[in-house]
């Protein structure tokens, strides 16, 4: 070693500049370890004094090499001169030494253990099967075979001299697993220890204990033949990934029933030699738990878990691993019980058990410990192994490639199977890593079992703690503060976690299902579904096949979904149908990443979802062009909240981006086939009032006239012909209909009027020229081919019908009603409403035509008896061949058009003299005609009802067949769906139609008084 002072220049250094505290006693403490001069760090030596600097707390580590040099006297020439030369050693002894007192009070009292951890000695411990070598040798075993069978090895020692022997050579072993875990954090270009590592040799150094003193007990029991007794490791050991100080839980199985009793006698003293030596060996996981036998056959053991066992009992045994003893014995133990295992999640209230223990072991937490508790605290250590033995057990019934022990890969496999979303799986088991690491820290110190935090006020204890997990000042804050800030960050996203997965409401769904349904390809399969009312199984098989076949993540999180699914669709009307379009669907959107993630992580999208397709055929062609919709699935408010003038509104605003008409166009059918589709299935799962339905459905049509009227009027405007700055004409667009009503069906057509008016300088031929080229702009993109169901503008109540004008100004319009107005134009103007276009002329239309749809006086006789005639021509003529009068919703006997002409008839006769009555809606006019007497509140109530339900039916036709449609379906299936979108769940379809046919009838009856049979008094004489 260099003896000269250090060879820089200038003022000596302070050993504060290194980290230690107290300089001067530091000072003194390097000079008496040759390593520091009256300059500094000598030159040789300051590799040395950089890496004490780096510990995790420098001034323990200096004090710990100045007992460790007392009591070395002249060997530590030797060790300081290997700290020089060796950058592994100075790792891996400093490393332990700035953290563990408790691994400095062993380096004193075995002051020659410094030799293990050499760089040239260090690299054994990776050696599987090492560490029981080194601890059998320790108590003079010698043999083959496991100790604790008949040709295993015996211990030559026993009583205190074996557990003197055993607690050194235990401890001598952690020692050199705790620096090399500890090595890169003193030299950072030192392979750094992974935590998989260090759990791994940590549990094969306790499989190796429990070997150890199994070979004391035999010696000590005493017995010439032993008797085969298994030790099976459970908890954390069984896991491979125990921590430096831990009990470690293990289960005894004996051969036979004779064995018991020696069986009993080797596992006490096993325990008591391992609690003396090193660590308390738990039995309290046995069958009884610590009331029950210490040891019992393999049978006794089997009849307990089949009659007896509680959840969390299958729980423990996820981890379960011989490890000592007659392997052979245990591995029959492992094959017996694995299969109770993986079948415990089918146990009545499985989940909720499992939910009820993880609540009850956090209770236990003391309040103000709470924040602080790295095990079982929220967000803790048990929130990551919960959540994941959970999902294992429901989901390792029909996925092998689960039944993994280690919680990280585990988590890992969950996470590459789909179970767990990805980032979820890589956000948990980086925040368990941490929280592990913190805990072994802790653990280090005084090598005491503990998982409690200091508290934030006492950074003596944080700060070395922080350093050695890496953390140090980032200049605002303290390496104390930088360490709390790190454990909340990371228990609030394990907190988070926990509750996304453990409380998911897939798991209920899922472990309700039978283990044998899960094997979703077998040919038991055919039957179950042919019993869940599959009319073709064997379709319904391909479509599983399709839906999960290889070995992609899709696949597996399909295999997981279906099961539940297939239950859900066969409580629709139509089962086989449903999984055809959920095939469909999932093919669709098989390369949208949040498709399957969103059906997988929120149970009552799939439940929703199962209703939409078993019922509908619109839903699922809508859904693979608006797939977004299905997110809003989750969220009642979301999916039903939205306002309909502020849906028209936003339409509006993101077409008008678009300059060309075209691409608006599309855009705005994109808009509403979001809205249709929303409204569609808001109003399948019963969540959005009929008239509701209507007025949205109204105002998004209205909403797609406006924008396309918007976007042709600019783009005719900048033709040649017209060469006009602004639009040379005001357009309205003019509701008729329901359209104008605000009671459009899902696939009503638009009936309306266009009207224009010419700007200040622009003649009148040429406003309604240009209005004109707008209009059947208009008509041609709205009516191009589509998926979509149509957006048929129909504009045959214009004047003179097919053969007038497509636009007419205001005064062409008031001229032509003045004059040849006929009393049916009368009826259809009064649900004109301007939905489109320029706002104030659509109004000043409406009030123009007031004269006409509201007569002065009423409405003769004669006029009456004109529409009581064209009523009578529509009933017998306009009815389809071969409909049914008294099923069709739209014509039939009580149905749409009888319910809205007894309310016009009554609106042209009174609505002059009673202004309530004028209103476009058909359920505002029948209500206010009982206010003012014209009609009796009972057949008022009769109406709406009947109008209602064809409206609703009506829509149902159209939502279950995909197209539209006015006629009750007469096929059972398609009846019962309808039944469904109607509500009526569990209902026969007798019933439904029954019900349809009595409503419909009284309302009839309701008609034929009111429409055609009240005495009508001539006012002309």
Excluded at 187 to 192: I, N
Excluded at 685 to 708: D, I, Y
């Amino acid at each position: 070693m260099t003896s000269g002072g250090s060879s820089r220049t200038g003022s000596a250094p302070s050993p504060a500049r290194y980290g230690f505290s107290d300089a001067q006693r530091a000072e003194a403490q390097l000079r008496a370890a040759g390593w520091w001069s009256h300059r500094g760090p000598l030159e040789a030596a300051e590799p040395v004094v950089t890496a004490l600097s780096r510990t995790a707390d420098p001034d323990l580590a200096l004090l710990s090499v100045e007992r460790l040099r007392e009591t070395l006297g002249e060997e530590w020439a030797w060790l300081s001169e290997e700290l020089l030369s060796d950058r592994g050693l100075r790792g891996r002894l400093f490393g332990i030494l700035g953290i563990s007192a408790a691994f400095a009070d062993h380096l004193v009292a075995h002051p020659r253990d410094w030799r293990r951890l050499r760089s040239a000695e260090h690299e054994w411990m990776w050696e599987v099967g090492s560490c029981t070598s080194v601890l059998l040798h320790a108590v003079g075993a010698v043999g083959e075979g496991e100790p604790g069978t008949a040709e295993g090895p015996v211990a030559a020692l026993t009583g205190a001299e074996a557990t003197s022997a055993l607690r050194h050579a235990y401890r001598a072993l952690l020692l050199d697993v705790a620096a090399a875990d500890l090595a890169a954090v003193v030299e950072p270009s030192l392979p750094e220890a992974s935590y998989e590592q260090v759990v791994g040799v940590l549990s094969d150094i306790a499989v190796a204990a429990l070997r150890a003193t199994l070979s004391v007990a035999v010696a000590e029991v005493g017995s010439s033949e032993p008797s085969g007794i298994a030790v099976i490791a459970m908890g954390k050991c069984g896991g491979r990934e125990l921590n430096y100080v831990s009990d470690v839980d293990v289960v005894f199985v004996a051969e036979r029933e004779q064995d018991v009793a020696e069986g009993t006698r080797l596992a006490s003293t096993m325990m008591r030699v391992a609690g003396t030596a090193f660590f308390d060996v738990d039995a309290a996981l046995r069958p009884e738990g610590k009331a029950g036998a210490l040891v019992r056959t393999l049978d006794s053991h089997l009849g307990y878990y089949r009659r007896w066992a509680r959840t969390w009992e299958f729980q423990a045994l996820l981890k379960a691993r011989p490890v000592a003893g007659d392997l052979d014995l245990g591995d029959r133990y492992l094959e017996a019980v694995q299969p109770l295992v993986w079948t415990a999640s089918e146990r009545e209230d499985f989940v909720a058990d499992v939910r009820s223990m993880r609540r009850r072991v956090e209770d236990h937490v003391p309040r103000e410990q709470t924040e602080r508790e790295l095990k079982v605290g929220r967000g803790g250590l048990r929130d990551v192994e919960f959540a994941v033995q959970l999902l294992q057990m429901v989901h390792g019934r029909s996925d092998e490639s689960v039944r993994i022990r280690p919680t990280l890969l585990a988590l890992r496999s969950l996470g590459e199977n789909g179970y767990v979303a990805r980032s979820d799986a890589a956000e948990l088991v980086d925040s368990y890593r941490f929280l592990r690491t913190l805990e072994h820290r802790l653990q280090l110190r005084r090598l005491r079992r503990t998982h409690l935090l200091p508290a934030s006020d006492d950074p003596e204890t944080l700060h070395p703690l922080a350093r050695s997990v890496g953390l140090r000042s980032d200049g605002r804050k303290s390496a104390s503060d930088v360490l709390v800030t790190e454990f909340r960050r990371h228990s609030a996203r394990v907190r988070r976690l926990h509750e996304k997965l453990f409380y998911r409401p897939l798991l209920e769904s899922v472990a309700k299902v039978p283990t044998e349904a899960l094997r979703l390809t077998t040919g038991a399969a055919v039957e179950r579904l042919a019993a869940l009312g599959y009319t073709s199984p064997e379709g319904a098989l391909r479509h599983i096949g399709a839906l999960t076949s290889g070995v992609s993540r899709r696949a597996s999180i399909q295999g997981a979904l279906l099961p539940m699914l297939l239950d859900l669709l066969a409580e629709t009307p139509d089962p086989d149908g449903g999984l055809l379009a959920y095939r469909k669907v999932s093919e669709a959107l098989a390369e949208t990443p949040w498709y399957l993630r969103l059906l997988r992580d929120e149970g009552v999208v799939v439940e929703r979802l199962a209703v939409l397709l078993g019922t509908s055929k619109l839903v699922p062609e809508l859904l693979v062009r608006a797939p977004e919709v299905l997110r809003l699935l989750s969220d009642p408010t979301t999916l039903t909240g939205r306002d309909p003038d502020e849906v028209a509104r936003s339409l509006r605003s993101a077409v008008s981006r678009h300059a060309e008409p075209e691409r608006a166009v599309t855009a705005a059918r994109s808009l509403r086939r979001h809205e249709l589709l929303r409204v569609a299935c808001a109003d399948l799962l019963g969540l959005m009032e009929p008239a509701t339905v209507f007025r949205a459905l109204s105002s998004v049509w209205a909403a797609v006239l406006e924008a396309a009227l918007e976007a042709s009027a600019r783009e005719v405007a900048t033709r040649s012909e017209w060469g006009a700055a602004e639009v040379p004409a005001r357009i309205a667009v003019i509701g008729m209909g329901r359209l104008g009503g605000a009671e459009l069906g899902y696939g009503s057509d638009a009936d309306v009027l266009f009207v224009c008016e010419p700007i200040e300088g622009v003649s009148e031929s040429t406003a309604v020229r240009f209005a004109t080229s707008v209009v059947e702009q208009v008509r041609r993109l709205l009516a191009r081919p589509t998926q979509d169901p149509p957006l048929e503008v129909d504009t045959d109540l214009r004047p003179e019908g097919r053969s007038g004008a497509l636009v007419r100004t205001l005064d062409s319009y008031l001229a032509y009603y003045r004059r040849w107005a006929q009393v049916w134009e009368w009826q259809a103007l009064l649900r004109a409403s301007p939905v489109a276009g320029d706002a104030d002329l659509g109004h000043r239309f409406c009030r123009a035509v007031d004269f006409l749809r509201y007569p002065a006086g009423g409405l003769d006789g004669a006029k009456t008896r004109e529409i009581r005639r064209i009523k009578a021509r529509v009933d017998s003529e306009r009815l389809p061949r071969g409909a049914d009068p008294a099923t069709h919703t739209k014509l039939g006997r009580g149905g749409l058009t009888d319910v809205e002409w007894t309310l016009q008839l009554l609106q042209l006769r009174h609505a002059d003299e009673f202004p309530e009555l004028r209103t476009t809606s058909t359920t505002e006019g029948l209500r206010a005609a009982a206010r003012v007497g014209v009609l009796e509140e009972t057949d008022v109530e009769t109406l709406v009802e009947a109008w209602t339900l064809a409206m609703r039916a009506r829509n149902a036709v159209m939502l279950v067949r995909g197209k539209p449609g006015d006629q009750l379906p007469k096929q059972v299936r398609e009846l019962a769906a309808v039944a469904s979108a109607l509500g009526y769940s569990g209902v026969d379809t007798g019933e439904v139609l029954d019900t349809y046919l009595r409503v419909t009838r009284r309302a009839r009856a309701v008609v034929e008084r009111v429409f055609f049979d009240e005495p009508v008094q001539d006012t002309n004489g």
